[in-house]
């Protein structure tokens, strides 16, 4: 009864090479702040050009991945311009929340086994 339960919750959650490189994207996201955006463009990169996803939970969460770097990445250069006129520093800031709460967000319902409920929405 165990080993079915137990095979049941790896074809759920997937092949183990898949979270492993999902969890890495994940690390980089949680990353892109303290390296000033060097591990969103990574991890972007990882996203678009790395092997394609095999199967429906790795699908959902490169979706995701995808667009919290893109928006983090953005956030980052329009940020840095708007430091001029005083606004970027909040701008940045705003956004450096947005990526925290984002990347621990799909890093949780990755760890569960769980789809991101909507990759495509921007909250």
Do not use: C
């Not at 959902?60 to 840095?80: C, P, W, Y």
């Not at 800031?93 to 967000?105: A, D, N």
């Amino acid at each position: 009864m165990s080993i079915r339960r137990e095979m049941s919750e790896f074809s759920r959650r997937g092949p183990i090479v898949d979270r492993i490189g999902l969890s890495a994207t994940y690390a980089l996201i949680l990353l892109t702040v303290p390296t000033f955006g060097v591990a969103a463009v990574i991890g972007l990169a990882a996203v678009l050009w790395g092997e394609p996803a095999k199967d429906d939970m790795a699908r959902n969460h490169r979706e995701f991945q995808k667009r919290t770097l893109l928006a983090a990445l953005v956030t980052i250069v329009v940020g840095a311009m708007l430091v001029i006129v005083n606004v970027g520093v909040f701008v940045l800031f705003i956004g450096l929340i947005w990526t925290l709460v984002r990347g621990m967000r799909g890093l949780r319902a990755l760890q569960h086994g769980r789809l991101i409920d909507n990759p495509q929405s921007w909250l």
